[in-house]
């Protein structure tokens, strides 16, 4: 006989803006499904949604790091970007304005973050991401055109502002299709599209990169993704589904478990409430999140757009290069997966794997920082160690969004997360070209410092958020229960913090 799953839902939590009604032929209490009920249901979404996300996500980590690859190729020197000088020392390079052009677009995406966040929640999801990912194809597909550094440093800014809003509305989107607990995997997952389209951009791009054409060799690397981004911008229209309710995969009896498990379904509501975006600024959630996102993305700057320049300055060669990116990216993918399922599977321990993964970049870059240049393998070994720094970057961005409740705080909360970590990919791109390559010592000394930082702001706030819930436990055992009318987490006593 199958397992009986009861959920209560309060009158308060019907009919919320994530397209849900219940059935009438469904009671308001008690409301009982089977657990293959509801594998049922996921196994339908996992299966489709996901992998639309999935595929969303790769193609935007693909226009992110091409500058990495292109760089192998003369992108630099084509377009004046990099200033090579030959010294009685060796060889220096000034990546200054390789690293503006990197800039712009992370501070691009960071202004764009919240306005473009703010105006998907307006209109048709998918209609907001198609259209997003058709006008950033045209951008990609106009890079070879640039000649000049202000022509690219135009291009790339146009591109990130572009960018921007993908992500952050997948955040939300997320909220429609799972339940907050069911969330974690799931955004891991598709978080670490960032490493597969490490992996197979590399070969993508060494093959393009070594065709012989009248065409620049970098030049061939933007027609592809820019085709790729295009296609896959009509693909995303055609098939993305908007919500459960309008999902015609799925019966009316899977919509009605779904609202019965939804944590939170308040959080949906469209109204902009002030009162709440100033609290979003005010939590202590929202900085340290995003404070963790930023501390993450100066590191994740470094291993995205400055990857190839680091290893070829150890001595290798072009393929050489490329191949030794593979390793970084599946470790990438193997840290975001684990730190989903730590999330998942042992709500106390999330914080507890950032700090681990902060100590390994401590090792990484203390290697990087101290060893010496000719011992080339250990200076790689600790460039590997880096990768572990997808842990954090996910850390921040998922409790940047489920330690969040109420439409306007989720929505801020987790858009200024996302902003703070591009801030944290701007400082990191000066943090690489504050000294010469290849040695790149600042760099080291910057990552050693934010790799410090983000360990004790992760100990504090694991022990912060575990004492606000401790004191809601013993705030609700002394009130009656209320029913939710889009309460935010620090108002909603029954709210407890992922930590």
């Known amino acids: 006989m ?16 994530n397209g849900f009604e219940l059935s009438d032929n469904d009671e308001l209490n008690n409301f009982e499904f089977t657990k293959e009920e509801r594998k049922k249901y996921l196994r339908k979404v996992d299966y489709y949604v996901l992998p639309l996300i999935y595929v969303t996500y790769m193609i935007l980590a693909y226009d992110k790091g091409i500058l990495s690859h292109a760089v192998l190729f003369n992108f630099t020197l084509d377009l004046g970007l990099t200033k090579i000088t030959i010294t009685p020392h060796g ?4 990546n200054v304005r390789y690293s503006d052009v990197v800039t712009v677009f992370y501070a691009s995406y960071a202004a764009g973050t919240y306005p473009l966040t703010w105006l998907s929640t307006k209109f048709s999801v998918k209609k907001f991401v198609s259209l997003s990912v058709l006008t950033w194809s045209v951008v990609v597909f106009t890079t070879p055109a640039c000649k000049t550094y202000a022509g690219i440093m135009v291009n790339r800014a146009i591109l990130g ?3 921007a809003g993908v992500a952050p509305t997948f955040n939300i989107y997320m909220s429609r299709w799972w339940t907050r607990k069911e969330q974690s995997i799931r955004s891991s997952v598709w978080y670490s599209a ?28 933007f027609f592809f993704i820019g085709s790729l981004t295009l296609v896959w911008s009509i693909i995303i229209f055609i098939l993305l589904p908007e919500s459960p309710q309008e999902w015609s995969r799925i019966s009316q009896r899977e919509k009605d478990i779904l609202k019965a498990q939804q944590e939170n379904e308040n959080h949906m509501n469209q109204k902009f409430d002030l009162k709440q975006a100033l609290e979003a600024l005010t939590s202590f959630n929202t900085w340290s999140a995003g404070l963790l996102a930023a501390f993450a993305g100066v590191i994740a700057v470094g291993l995205l757009n400055f990857l ?12 050489g290069t490329l191949a030794l990116t593979i390793p970084i990216s599946v470790i990438y993918i193997i840290g975001m997966v684990f730190a989903g399922y730590i999330c998942r599977k042992f709500n106390g321990l999330v914080y507890l794997a950032a700090i681990v993964c902060d100590l390994i970049c401590l090792v990484g870059t203390f290697i990087c ?20 720094q997808s842990v954090q970057i996910y850390v921040g961005y998922y409790l940047g969004t489920v330690n969040a409740a109420g439409a306007s705080k989720k929505t801020l909360s ?8 591009s801030a944290g990919n701007i400082a990191g791109s000066y943090i690489f070209s504050s000294t010469p ?14 790799a410090a930082a983000s360990a004790v702001i992760a100990i504090f706030s694991r022990f912060y958020l575990q004492h606000e819930n401790r004191k809601k436990d013993k705030l609700m055992s002394e009130s009656s229960t209320e029913e939710k009318a889009n309460l935010t987490d620090s108002s909603d006593l029954s709210f407890r913090y992922i930590i």
């Open 437 to 450: 390559g290849p040695e790149f010592r600042g760099a080291w000394i910057g990552c050693t410092c934010v």
């Open 308 to 319: 190839t320049l680091i290893i070829t300055g150890f001595g290798f060669g072009l393929a």
């Open 91 to 94: 060889i220096s390079e000034n």
């Open 414 to 421: 987790n858009s200024v997360v996302f902003a703070l970590a």
């Open 161 to 163: 502002f572009l960018e």
């Open 194 to 221: 960032y490493g597969l389209s490490g992996i197979i951009s590399a070969f993508i791009d060494y093959g393009l990169g070594t065709v012989s054409t009248k065409l620049k060799h970098w030049q061939p690397m």
């Open 2 to 17: 199958s397992e009986k799953v009861g959920v209560e839902i309060t009158n308060s939590s019907i009919g919320g803006s």
């Open 369 to 388: 920082w101290f060893s010496p240049r000719h011992k080339k393998g250990l200076l790689y070994f600790g460039t590997f160690l880096l990768a572990f």
